[in-house]
């Protein structure tokens, strides 16, 4: 699975034009231009290497695709694959290249003629909406950067007639399908999560395994969805894609868990439980009504008539074990409600630190959660990064400060605050194994719901009529 923040988007464009000598303008109707794998810890490989071979190996078998790729760098495996997989030199993945390979992609649509494909694929790591975005940032190897200015590639695809596929493979991508906002319904969309959940790599590696020249992205797009195992929520915006997705994100908070994993990070459980329960400590955990009767409408509209010699025999997709799960969930989470609100009394009683920007208070609650030595590396790493002799005391008072903390925290967990405390976070940590496991089983019966309730749509006349640059995308 992905660890914290992934991407990947899938640029189809033909190859980027010439900026300078790095940037030749192609003159193959079909190109791609491949992004991603930033923000990786210093290893051997990167957790975004089985979709890059899958990726290289399709683009080995068909001469129809002039290449791009800015990818990581700096990794040994990953650099390895890149060298021996793809017929293009590799420029590392950095903020600034990012722009140029945008800059030279909207070059190269320029450029292409009507009818010419362009394929635009990221893989990176992603980041929630922050509320000043249309999309979301991803990570490159040196810092975030907006996708907000993909809209201009949209724009500009759609002027120029050209078949634009972005695909956005990171974590909380979903909202990279908001440019169809801007571009009505000309390019093809695809994330690997919806808004506010992570992306998985076995969604990543299932895609680029799918790709096979023939198929349109709508057929990739299914297949691979229909085999992902983990949790995610990838997305289209297909016509039958758009009619599904916006009931289907009902079943998404049925999907947060928690791996108690402070290296991963993986948790959208504690978030959406707190959030709750701010806006409403009152709040009863049910199936929502509406999840629970398109479901239902999902197992009517997959009836076939089988007919025999002697009669007929209707069969029909069952999600009663979906339905099911759904309410163990949901009685769970009422069951953590529980949990969490004993932690009311101890959010209330604060403690005063001295940060490099002055005084910082945390409850007793964030006292104990906070990852001390991963922060010190942190402001450690800044002072060994940052050669202005200026900024140097000011990271060493936050190095001070988590300090303290640490010893605060040691102190702590004996005194009987620190003690209840701690017996609330095993309590929490129990209901929250039950929640993984039921998310597990939620998140695969999700993967059959979403592909009968879209076949279904399929079949719908103003669906079949409806514009759709996904299916008309052909690899």
């Known amino acids: 699975m992905r660890n914290t923040m992934k991407i990947k988007i899938l640029i189809t464009t033909s190859i980027l034009s010439v900026i300078s000598l790095q940037y030749q303008i192609a003159t193959a109707a079909d190109s791609i231009l491949i992004l991603g794998g930033g923000g990786e810890p210093v290893k051997s490989q990167t957790q975004f290497d089985h979709s ?32 021996s997989k793809f017929k293009t030199p590799n420029k590392a993945f950095t903020a600034e290249e990012y722009l140029n390979q945008i800059n030279a992609l909207k070059n190269k649509i320029e450029n292409s003629k009507e009818g010419d494909q362009v394929l635009l694929f990221l893989d990176t790591h992603g980041a929630e909406n922050n509320g000043n975005e249309l999309t979301h940032s ?11 200015n993909l809209k201009e590639l949209t724009i500009l695809a759609k002027t120029k007639k050209i078949k634009l596929a972005i695909i956005d493979l990171s974590c909380h991508s979903g909202n990279t399908l908001k440019l169809e906002q801007v571009d009505n319904n000309s390019t093809c969309f695809i994330s690997g999560s919806s808004p506010n959940n992570f992306a998985f790599s076995d969604f990543s590696d ?4 799918n790709m096979n020249s023939g198929k349109n992205l709508e057929e990739v797009f299914l297949a691979a969805r229909m085999e992902q195992m983990s949790r995610g929520i990838p997305q289209i915006n297909t016509p039958a894609g758009k009619l599904v997705q916006d009931k289907q994100l009902l079943i998404e908070s049925s999907l947060y868990f928690d791996l108690n994993d402070p290296l991963t990070k993986i948790n959208k459980l504690d978030d959406y439980m707190y959030k709750v329960l701010k806006a409403n ?34 069969t029909k997709d069952d999600f009663s074990l979906l339905k099911l799960k759904l309410r163990e969930y949901s009685q ?44 010190i590396e942190v402001y450690q790493n800044a002072i060994n990064k940052n050669k202005v002799e200026g900024n140097s005391p000011f990271y060493q008072k936050y190095i001070d400060m988590y300090k303290e903390i640490k010893l605060r925290q040691d102190s702590l967990k004996n005194e009987p605050n620190g003690i209840k405390m701690n017996l609330i976070n095993e309590e929490i940590k129990s209901k929250s194994i039950k929640a ?19 076949k279904s749509m399929q079949k719908e006349e103003a669906v079949k009529s409806a514009i759709n640059p996904c299916r008309d995308f052909v690899l």
């Open 52 to 83: 890059l071979t899958n990726l290289g190996e399709f683009l080995g078998k068909s001469n129809k695709w002039n290449q791009s790729i800015s990818f990581n760098g700096g990794h040994s495996v990953t650099d390895e694959i890149l060298s």
């Open 138 to 148: 991803v990570a490159t190897n040196t810092d975030l950067v907006n996708l907000d």
């Open 281 to 314: 400590s009152c709040t009863i955990f049910s199936p929502n009504p509406e999840l629970i009767n398109l479901i239902n409408k999902a197992e009517e509209m997959s009836k076939i008539t089988n007919k025999y010699l002697f009669g007929s025999k209707v």
């Open 332 to 375: 769970l989470q009422n069951d953590l409600k529980v949990s969490y609100l004993k932690f009311g009394e101890f959010e209330k009683i604060k403690e005063t630190f001295i940060s490099g920007n002055g005084p910082v208070a945390y409850s007793l609650k964030e006292l104990l959660e906070i990852n001390t030595s991963q922060m």
């Open 436 to 454: 993984n496991e039921l998310t597990t089983i939620i998140g695969l019966e999700e993967r059959k719901f979403y592909d009968s309730l879209y």
């Open 206 to 209: 299932s895609f680029t395994k």
